[in-house]
């Protein structure tokens, strides 16, 4: 009797571990529409990437948390993937890159009534933008020496800065910045305005840390489930229960 007991003691012990080892850890930080802990589903981004997961077998796992912990986190293979990853070059040291599935128009926010219009670089001299610590805006933007880029952990102190005239703009994708604002301070939306003209159209991606043993495995499951769901038509089917499709 001890016997059996022992062996099934240890069968569900295999079993819990095959389960665990089919579970991706993905963190992230809020990021509506594309990461929502307030939605049902976790927002567009998560949806899509649970779905291309499941055509592997694979469970995914959403971890809240400010986006310089969970870039860490995943850096150092303690979570799995990173939901919405934007490329730079510094990052492909330590990520691997699945293939882009959405792209992401950078623009600038600024007070309602402030003239200013992004013509690129020089039109930013003189200037102090809000960013978020660790957030991928690109190169050229990052390593600008014509003017201040403050930091926060987060996206909506950086309107509430321009709003005060703490800083003279800050910058995100559109459709994220009017979704969070909406969301979290509605009031804030008529208080400021969106320059014409985007930064740079950033491609959205999912990586893995390259210290994580299994980070080619994980990145072509992910790329094998958006190509069907591509063929297959639910890519758009999820894109449209989000608008944007």
């Known amino acids: 009797m001890k016997f059996k007991s022992a062996i099934l003691t240890f069968l569900a012990l295999f079993l819990a571990a095959s389960v665990r080892a089919e ?6 930080d809020p990021w509506p529409p594309f990461i929502d802990p307030n939605d049902p589903d976790g927002g567009v981004a998560v949806s899509l990437a649970r779905e291309a997961f499941s055509r592997s077998g694979f469970t995914l796992e959403m971890n809240i948390m400010p986006w310089a912990r969970a870039i860490d986190g995943v850096k150092n293979a303690k979570y799995d993937v990173l939901i919405g990853t934007w490329w730079t070059k510094e990052r492909t040291e330590f990520l691997d890159y699945s293939e882009p599935y959405l792209t992401n128009e950078i623009k600038f926010i600024k007070r309602k009534g402030d003239p200013f219009e992004y013509n690129g670089m020089d039109s930013l001299t003189g200037k102090s933008v809000g960013i978020v610590r660790g957030y991928g805006y690109g190169d050229e933007f990052l390593n600008a020496t014509n003017f201040k880029r403050p930091e926060t952990a987060d996206f909506l102190p950086n309107v509430k800065k321009v709003v005060s005239g ?19 301070e509605p009031g804030l939306i008529d208080q400021i305005e969106f320059t014409q003209n985007a930064l740079n159209a950033n491609t959205l991606h999912v ?38 499709k």
């Open 207 to 244: 990586t893995c840390g390259l210290a994580n043993a299994k980070h080619e495995e994980i990145i072509n499951a992910l790329n094998k489930g958006m190509a069907a769901m591509k063929a297959d038509g639910t890519f758009d089917q999820i894109l449209k229960k989000y608008g944007m």
């Open 166 to 184: 703490r800083v003279d703009l800050t910058l995100e994708d559109e459709l994220v910045a009017r979704s969070q604002i909406a969301k979290e």
């Open 23 to 28: 579970t991706v850890t993905a963190a992230g």
